[in-house]
């Protein structure tokens, strides 16, 4: 049986399995290092995706997503 967890994240009040938990790490811990690479290189964000060894394309759809979520947090 897997463990139902409340997320302090999630926008509708839904609890979480352990998959889903684990993927609100990883967006947690994705989110702090683009704003690392970010202040890193003075917010450009095409150097900022070279550093993070990712496109620009991703980069700015990972940028979309924390976005959505910061919106989901207030």
């Known amino acids: 049986m897997?463990?139902?967890?409340?997320?302090?994240?999630?926008?509708?009040?839904r609890?979480?399995?352990g998959l889903s938990a684990l993927r609100e790490a990883r967006a947690v811990l994705d989110a702090a290092?683009?704003?690392y690479a970010l202040r890193m290189t003075g917010d450009n964000r095409v150097h900022a995706a070279k550093l993070?060894?990712?496109?620009?394309?991703?980069l700015y759809r990972k940028l979309k997503q924390i976005s959505h979520r910061e919106v989901c947090d207030d």
Do not use: E
């Open 2 to 13: 897997i463990k139902q967890i409340a997320s302090p994240h999630s926008c509708d009040g």
């Open 15 to 17: 609890t979480l399995d």
């Open 33 to 35: 290092t683009i704003r």
């Open 52 to 58: 993070l060894g990712i496109s620009r394309a991703s």
